[in-house]
């Protein structure tokens, strides 16, 4: 596509249950990230996959947190047992390869947990 | 630890006036440095960079300025329109490598008509 694009724009789940946000990064980028933005937070990096290479895994903030990238494509992001806590805004963003800084973000997904 | 501080959380300008955004950072092993615009509801759009080997960067009406040895870089846009009303996050990276952007927790301008 055009863009890249996450779905849902909006979700409210209630606490302890498990959700997934989805990432359909620009066609050809090698490179996609997620993002996440919690209330009066900046950005903070969560995941970083490369091509075919072991995803970078060191922003995931505890071991409910988890993410894939299927055919070097669509990415998921799973969250399990949400907490209050989990509530932000999950951003994705993709980029054409390593060295590049040209990030393009998707609109986000506002996640609520209540 | 914040390892990109922007310590402005909210600035307001008038419209035709420079607007000055300021950004500090503390890891020494950065050298690429970025600006993002956001707007409520979207995601994070680039504006503009710089890289270490220099120390200004211009684009219309939009500057960079890049201070390597106080750490600190700035973004100004002259003349400030309504539509620059926006946050603004400052980004880095250590190059080269895959390390991700880290980023500030940004700056909300509203420039006053």
């Known amino acids: 596509g055009a863009g890249v694009s996450q779905s849902p724009s909006n979700k409210v789940t209630e606490k302890g249950k498990d959700v997934e946000l989805r990432c359909d990064p620009i066609?050809?980028?090698?490179?996609l990230y997620w993002y996440r933005q919690s209330l009066g937070q900046g950005l903070e990096f969560l995941i970083y996959f490369q091509g075919n290479s072991a995803p970078d895994k060191s922003g995931l903030p505890s071991d409910r947190f988890s993410a894939e990238r299927t055919g070097g494509s669509v990415s998921t992001l799973t969250i399990q047992r949400t907490q209050q806590e989990d509530s932000a805004v999950y951003l994705c963003?993709?980029?054409?390869?390593?060295?590049?800084?040209?990030?393009?973000f998707g609109s986000g997904t506002r996640l609520t947990v209540v | 630890d914040q390892q990109v501080k922007q310590n402005s959380p909210s600035l307001s300008v008038q419209e035709g006036r420079i607007s000055i955004l300021n950004c500090d950072y503390t890891?020494?092993?950065?050298?690429?440095f970025l600006w993002y615009k956001k707007y409520p509801a979207e995601g994070p759009t680039f504006l503009i960079s710089?890289?270490?080997?220099?120390d200004k960067n211009e684009d219309g009406r939009f500057t960079v300025f890049l201070n390597k040895s106080a750490k600190h870089l700035s973004l100004h846009i002259v003349p400030s329109q309504p539509g620059d009303s926006a946050v603004y996050f400052c980004?880095?990276?250590?190059?080269?490598?895959?390390?991700?952007?880290?980023f500030g927790k940004g700056t909300r301008l509203s420039v006053i008509a």
């Open positions: 710089i890289s270490s080997i220099k």
């Open positions: 980004a880095a990276s250590v190059k080269p490598g895959n390390t991700p952007l880290v």
């Open positions: 066609s050809g980028h090698t490179a």
């Open positions: 890891n020494s092993m950065f050298d690429y």
């Open positions: 963003a993709s980029s054409s390869g390593p060295g590049s800084y040209g990030y393009t």
